[in-house]
Structure formats: C-alpha cells, structure tokens
C-alpha cells in the first residue's frame, strides 16, 4: 500500500521560509512523478508545484514560481518543497501527491494528509 | 491559470442522479482527455474517482461515471446515497505544462 507521510508545515511571519518533506512509502519512489497542492481554509484545491520522477524536470504554479522549489531525493524516497518569501495568502494546507499515467497525462491517485502552514505576523 | 468552473453547490434526493459540470478552455479541459474528478469529505484528503476523462480506478463505485464533451467536463453519480454528501473537484492538464483545478462542487443529499 503507497503511503505519504507529510511534515515540516508550521507558523511563520512573512518573507520567511518553510521546508516541507513528504515520506513515501510502498512504491517505487522514481518511476513516479509527484506534486503538491494546497488549500486554504474554507478554500479549494490548487495545483502548486510538480517534479517528474527520474529527469528533474519541474513545473512551479504562477503564484509560486521564483519563491517555491520543489525537489526529491529519490535514495530516501522524499519529496521536498522550499518556501521561501511567504506571505499570508500562502497560508494552506499541504498536500503531497503521486501522479498516475504518462505526460502529459499525469494526474493525482494517492494523497498524503497534509501539512498546515500558517503565514502571519 | 484560472480555476475550471463548477457549479458552487448541488443538492439531490437518494437515488436519484446528478451531474456536475466542469467548464474549461481549449487550453484545457479542451485540449487533451485528461480531466479527472476528486472526491473530498470534510477534513479528509481528496480521492480519486474518475481519471481521463471517464475511467474508474479500482475500488471506485461504478456509480460514478465520467464525460466531456468540448470545453465542458461532467461527473455523473446515478442513485445518490448519503455518503456520497462531500465536495467535489475536476481537474484537467494544461498546454502549458500545468495543472488547474475547478472551484469546488459542495454535494448535499437530502
């Protein structure tokens, strides 16, 4: 059973940075490409950033991009994602996520739980 | 990268069907057989219920059927039960190298 284990989430101010991990387990790590989306409180889901499972191609969401990186190390079977320069409207719940299929038909099938970040002064 | 649009709220009787709908572009929901619909209960993550367009993964009521036809997804569930009360999400690849979610479909079974 594939299992993602989410942490790293947490209270920050603006402009500070987070790093947040997702375990995986249960697969192998890099025949897969993997993601995060967030939502916000109250909120709907929204794709932020994506990484293919062995290239190291990347694609990062508008609102992102130049502030979030995403990355994995697949000897550990971790995917990361550095936020930096966060603001309040980054505040969300985090969730890692496998993608099924082949590019560019890639799409969501196994999700973690999440983990919150929280952007405030 | 602006949200598909979906109906905000839907409501219907047991057993009875229902459709959401998905409306996207050409750059989107258009361009490739890639729409996929999620299934999320409060304070759970989202799951999987119909990828391209209208395949079932394992496990998945065949209740639950998927179509598209242009710009326009949709989610069928024929014979609504209690538990299928929950929000609901398409989402579709772009011709950009990125993902896009609809809004949000909120379910109530009355």
């Known amino acids: 059973e594939v299992n993602l284990v989410e942490s790293g989430g947490g209270l920050v101010q603006p402009g500070e940075s987070l790093r947040l991990s997702c375990a995986a387990t249960?697969?192998?790590?890099?025949?897969?490409?993997m993601g995060w989306v967030r939502q916000a409180p109250g909120k709907g889901l929204e794709w932020v950033s994506t990484?293919?499972?062995?290239?190291?191609?990347?694609y990062h969401a508008d609102a992102v991009q130049g502030r979030f990186t995403i990355s994995r190390d697949n000897s550990k079977n971790t995917l990361f994602l550095q936020m930096n320069s966060l603001r309040a409207e980054d505040t969300a719940l985090y969730y890692c996520?496998?993608?099924?299929?082949?590019?560019?038909?890639?799409?969501?099938?196994?999700w973690g739980q999440g983990t919150m970040v929280t952007v405030s002064s | 990268q602006s949200a598909l649009a979906q109906p905000a709220s839907m409501s219907g009787s047991p057993g009875q069907p229902i459709t959401i709908s998905c409306t996207g572009t050409?750059?989107?929901?258009?361009?490739?057989?890639?729409v996929s619909w999620y299934q999320q209960h409060p304070g759970k993550a989202p799951k999987l219920m119909i990828y391209?367009?209208?395949n079932r993964p394992s496990g998945v009521s065949n209740r639950f059927s998927g179509s598209k036809s242009g710009n326009t997804a949709s989610l069928t569930i024929s014979g609504l039960q209690a538990e299928d009360e929950a929000d609901y999400y398409c989402?579709?690849?772009?011709?950009?190298?990125?993902?896009?979610f609809g809004g949000g479909t909120k379910l109530t079974v009355l």
């Open positions: 996520a496998k993608y099924r299929g082949y590019w560019p038909g890639w799409t969501f099938d196994i």
């Open positions: 249960g697969l192998a790590f890099s025949n897969y490409a």
């Open positions: 990484m293919s499972g062995s290239d190291g191609r990347t």
């Open positions: 050409s750059s989107d929901v258009g361009a490739y057989n890639y």
């Open positions: 391209d367009v209208s």
């Open positions: 989402s579709s690849s772009t011709s950009t190298n990125t993902w896009v």
